[in-house]
Every structure is written in C-alpha cells, then in structure tokens.
C-alpha cells in the first residue's frame, strides 16, 4: 500500500511538473479527465491512489505555475495578481528573485496551513453556521473598502464594474466548459504583454543571488494576512486565491511588490489545503480537484492525515524543481527575441482558448483584454479587475 502511494505521488509530481510550466494547462483539466479513465484506473490501483496522485499534482502545480507566470505573462487564477510585479522584476533581471520570493511565501503558506489544520477545523464546524447569513454583507464592505481607498475612486469603481459585468455574462454563457481562462488570460495576460510589446521591452541578463529580499516582518505580515483570507474565502462560494490575495492586500496594509508576491504565492497552497479540511470537516467539495476526490472515495480521519503527509512531500520536492527550472528559463529568457516571444505567447494563448472554448472563448478573451488595459493606461491598482469574479460571487449571494 505504501509503494502504491509513493508511486501515485511520484506521477502525481510528474503531472504536475507538465501542467505547472504549460500555459493554460490547469489541474482541474487533468482531474476530470482521470475521473474519465477511473473505471479503467480502479481495475489496478486504489481510490486514495488516485486521490494522492491528485493532491501531488495540485500542490506541485501551485509551485510550478509561478514560472510561466513570472517569465511568460501567462497567468492563471490562482496568481493573476502576481504578473505585475514579477514582470517588473524580470525586466530589471530579477526574474529568479521573483520566483524565489513567490515559492518563499508558498512553501511557508504550506506549513503554516498545516499547523493551522485544528484551528480552522474548529472554525468551519463553529464558525460557518453563523457566517453564512452575511456572507454578502461582508464581502460587499470588502468590495467598496477596495474602491474608497484609491485615489482615482471614479476609474477604480469604472474598472470594477466593467469587469464586473463581463465576468456576470461569461458566467452565464453555456457551452464555455472553461471560463476563467480567457477571462483571467486577457484580464491579467494578453492585457500587460500588448504594453511590453508596444514599449519595446528588452529582458535584460538575469541575476541568481543566494538571498532572499525579503524581510522577517514582511513575511509575517504575508502569512497573517493569507491566514486570515483564506478562511473567508472558503465561505463564500466561488471565490479563490486570487481574490483571496485581494481581501488579504486589505487586511494587512502596506504590502510592496515583493512582499506581495509571496503573498499571493501563500494563498495558492493555503487555499489547496484549506479546500480539502472544508471537504472534511463540512463535506463541501469547494475546488475542482477536490470534487473529483470526493467522487473517487469517502474521506475519513486517516486518509485526510494522510492526503496531509502527501500535501507536505510533494510541496517539499517542488520547492527544488521550482528553483531548478526558474534557473532555466532565467538563462533562456535572454536569449530570445522579445518582441517574437511576447506574439507567441499570445498565439499560444489564443490557440488554446479556441481549443477549450471555440470562437466564443475568443470574444470573451478579446473583450477581457480590452478591459484589462484600462489599469495600465489609467495608473490604477489591477486587483480591481477581479470584479470579473467578485461581482458574480455578488450576485450569486444575493440571490
């Protein structure tokens, strides 16, 4: 049983090493298409099995997604807020610090979460009876406190809405087997790589440093404020990490670009694993990956521990993986043309969205990178562009 495991850990780390550095290629993908092939799958190996290979994947993925992200521009939902300032960096040879900083608040967000594991335990079981009821109230202060704050209250409020609305009627679409990605593509990526691009941006030589620039106080602030998120974010319905790095930017102010990478990195492990303690303690499959588990098998006390230990090996192998394959793209980077690899990106991306979603993921991607250059060229803050997912979680609640 134990090397039945370790070899589902082991695939589970290879899957995740594909999926991670492979734009648009998401977990939830690779999870529906094992609960497809599970009749097959159960003639030879276990439930848990396929249950370890799916949590393996999922955390390796958290890690590795930081790469194509940092270097490429090609976000998904789970660091959409984390491009900005990791392309800032790349373009003043501080792309491996960028990863280094994001994989630092992931593997600490990873830890912390397991110690928080009883805590928060008691939380969902206590707690979330009496939240429930105003869960809109609580997250529509979150949404105006957001906006209030600004200086240019009038664009930030206009950006909000307008995503806001296209990410209510992309919602609604039917036949849109994969909405976020054009959403979230255009939204955080297509948007920035057209301003590289027309700026004539030049990735300059990549530094490596041993050190990490990022202060004790700092990373305490990270990890408060992502502890402190990601117990709202499993409450209401719909939102994740992304958004949860928005309420958290909220919660503890005064957080630089360098911080917030490690911020946002913090939420996308904490989120993983809080998904799974929800799915045990309230038997709410709230993540995709998770819904495929709980189709797969009964979670109980032991096989939770388990998926635990499972969580925390996997995460402990990709921190070297990341740091490998950062270096990688890092002396790689330079020597491409920019500007051929920046259109590139985008076909890739609008090839992909056509493959997930036909024409109709096209115009979605189009119109989401229309609204996504709104931040730029008016200097406001881009987290407000996640009303593309805060408004539809809005509407759902008050319905």
Request: charged residues 10%; hydrophobic residues 55%; contains cysteine.
């Amino acid at each position: 049983m134990i090397l039945e495991i370790l070899l589902s850990l082991a695939c589970g780390v290879l899957a995740g090493i594909v999926t991670g550095l492979t734009p648009g290629v998401h977990v939830n993908l690779v999870a529906t298409t094992l609960l497809t092939l599970s009749p097959l799958l159960l003639r030879y190996t276990s439930p848990f099995s396929l249950a370890a290979f799916i949590m393996s994947l999922a955390v390796v993925h958290s890690f590795l997604d930081t790469i194509p992200s940092t270097y490429l521009g090609a976000p998904e939902s789970e660091n959409a807020l984390s491009v900005l300032p990791a392309q800032k960096m790349l373009l003043k040879g501080e792309g491996y610090m960028a990863v280094k900083l994001t994989i630092l608040g992931t593997y600490s967000g990873l830890v912390v979460a397991l110690l928080l594991v009883p805590f928060f335990i008691f939380i969902a079981l206590w707690l979330y009876p009496f939240l429930k009821p105003y869960l809109f109230y609580l997250l529509m202060m979150i949404v105006v406190y957001m906006i209030i704050r600004e200086k240019e209250k009038l664009w930030s409020l206009t950006l909000f809405m307008m995503s806001g609305t296209l990410g209510v009627i992309v919602f609604s679409l039917p036949n849109l087997p994969e909405p976020l990605f054009p959403l979230l593509s255009g939204m955080f990526g297509i948007s920035g790589l057209l301003i590289s691009y027309f700026e004539n941006t030049k990735i300059p030589l990549q530094r490596f440093t041993k050190s990490i620039d990022l202060k004790i106080k700092e990373l305490g602030k990270v990890l408060l404020g992502s502890s402190l998120a990601v117990f709202l974010i499993q409450f209401f319905p719909g939102l994740g990490p992304a958004q949860g790095a928005v309420i958290s930017n909220q919660i503890v102010r005064d957080i630089k670009d360098k911080a917030y990478l490690a911020l946002v990195g913090a939420m996308g492990t904490m989120s993983v694993i809080f998904s799974l303690v929800t799915f045990y303690a309230l038997g709410k499959a709230k993540d995709g990956s998770i819904v495929v588990m709980e189709k797969l098998f009964e979670i109980d006390t032991v096989s939770f521990v388990m998926l635990l230990l499972v969580f925390l090996v996997a995460g402990s192998i990709s921190v070297f993986l990341t740091l490998f394959f950062a270096k990688q793209f890092s002396k790689l980077i330079v020597k491409v043309n920019y500007k051929a690899l920046v259109i590139s990106i985008i076909v890739f991306i609008v090839l992909m969205c056509v493959f997930l979603n036909g024409w109709v993921g096209l115009i979605v991607l189009a119109t989401a990178s229309a609204v996504g250059l709104v931040a730029p060229l008016k200097n406001i803050p881009r987290n407000h562009a996640m009303g593309c997912l805060l408004v539809p979680v809005l509407v759902y609640l008050m319905l």
